[in-house]
């Protein structure tokens, strides 16, 4: 073959068709413009979707947890906590345990082996293997690093002081919210709010940078309680001695500041352990004080006294007769199982006459009565924002028949609960006036409250008041040595299906000391059944033992020579029911 | 004028460098407040431990409990206190 030179070759001397130049021209040019057209189209036209492709691909969302506020007492003792705790979840798809491994989960875990088999033998995704372990046994197990097994941050919320403040403080559940008491009725402020940012994580998914805040985490707020621990405590113990005492059937304890409105104790039997609440029942969970409302009894005589001492109806001393122990109303007959014969309006009080109370009544217009039972706050919930609170019963004056006004008087015919009660005594330890409860601790004491009877009348009542805990009254077992007390007893039959039945509800409330009231303590209990069921010898025991640790623990100072106690050496005079 | 391209680009080559200088600083001082934070939120969950763990011991039916009878103690008799009037202004 005979060779050529490139240069020589005959064929460049060949001249081609100028159409074929321009052919490859425009196909090159062509090619670079839908080049330039996808470039400005990814650049300029799909730039976000694009810039948002990227940033998915370094940038993560990471939540932060906020904590649920603390509750604490008035000192500043924790009442309820969240702490946080792990739970161990895992996908049983993928998790495969030897033997060995599957022996040391279980002895972390404190579960059986077959229990854990158990549970990862399900279709489910998603399983929980334990809930709300501590932080320490879950690193432990992270530390085995078995596939498939996976870890959650959550918070348990932990009860300190357990059943002695169970309704008060309430409980939240799984789901980190209030369920019950202040967890509930103030599970706005003690939420917290979660919040998120964005950062950027590196390949082993470390936060490298922090891109921006998308919403800061909101902390709950701390709140504090009027409550104090142990004023709590004693009113919890001795409720429950006397409840072991009498065979009760429940009972319940409230302790105010007369001067202030603070709730400081509140304690209701029976009661459960909120850190364990596996077996409880509903009886257990009702906050009595607050959402049972029962007759009261004499505990309201002194208010019909006072309001036939303000009119101006009586006077202290105005004599009343009571023989023959028996009156005689419309249809109904009322009677005192003792006959006193003439009575003052004080031995009315004193001696707890239900004829003397209902004459007073009589001399008064129902619409009055209505109108001071209406403002001391009965017959309306007292709106404290707990849970389940009711107001008791009090029917429009229109409808009183001569009899009720009559009954209404010493406590029958109406219904109350028991912190209403231990409010409404406010206008005898406060000189007549009413501050409205606070759950939560006050900086400074609210001002003068609400004016219900004169200062001269609530002195009067006072003094009235001190002569039923004195010899001769119906409960001298609520005298404490070195300290001046005032207080009236209540035993009401019980209601049941409209008719009374042969069950009482004793109950006590008063303050202390008189000369300068600091405390109102009212207690209540229910269907004492060991014999006894006066409320001078089932619930003014009670309120002695509270009211005299209370004064002790408040370094209150006595009022009274220090003496030894006289208790009649004869049964108390017998209050009427 | 290729004086002045050279000293251009020299300076830019050094404000890039001080860029990836910079960047790096701040990831390392970012990784520092991130363990701060971290000690922080660890530090506040023990302190609410320590908390629990105070309230759980200070317990008034534990005190109560320990007081009256590992220590025998028992409240005074009435004529056994003695008050004592703080003086004037306290």
Known sequence: MKSVKFSKSPLLSERLPQWRQRLVLVALLGAFLVLIGRSLYLQAFNNEFLGDKGRARFERVIDISATRGRITDRNGAVLAISTPVRSIWAVPEDVELAPAQARSLASLLELDVREINRKLATERDFVYVKRQLPPDVADRVSALKLPGIHQKNEYRRYYPSGEVMAHMVGFTGVEDSGQEGIELAFDGQLAGKPGSRRVIKDRRGNVVEDVESIRPPQEGREIVLAIDSKLQYLAYSHLKQALAEHRAKAGGVVVLDARSGEVLALANLPTYNPNNRSKLVGAQLRNRALTDSFEPGSTLKPFTAALALDAGKVRFDTPIQTAPGKMTIGSATISDAHAHGVLTVAQVIQKSSNIGSAKLALSLKPEEMWAMFDSLGFGAPLKLGFPGEVGGRLRPAKSWRPIEQATMAYGHGISVTLIQLARAYQVFARDGDLVPLSLARLDAPPLAGKRIFSAQTAREVRSMLEMAVQPGGTAPKAQIPGYRVAGKTGTAHKLEGGAYANKYVSSFVGFAPVSEPRLIIAVMVDEPSNGKYYGGDVAAPVFAQVMAGSLRALGVAPDAPLKPLILTSAEPVREEM | ?90
């Open chain 2, 1 to 90: 004028m290729v004086r002045l391209n050279l000293l251009l680009l020299l300076i830019l080559l050094v404000c890039a460098l001080s860029v990836v200088a910079s960047n790096h600083r701040a990831r390392k001082v970012f990784s520092e407040l991130e363990t701060g934070q971290k000690r922080m939120r660890d530090l506040d969950v023990e302190w609410g431990q320590l908390q629990l763990e105070q309230s759980t011991l200070a317990a008034h039916v534990r005190v109560a409990a320990i007081a009256r009878d590992k220590l025998g103690m028992k409240p005074p008799a009435p004529g056994q206190i003695i008050s004592v009037d703080a003086p004037p202004g306290k």
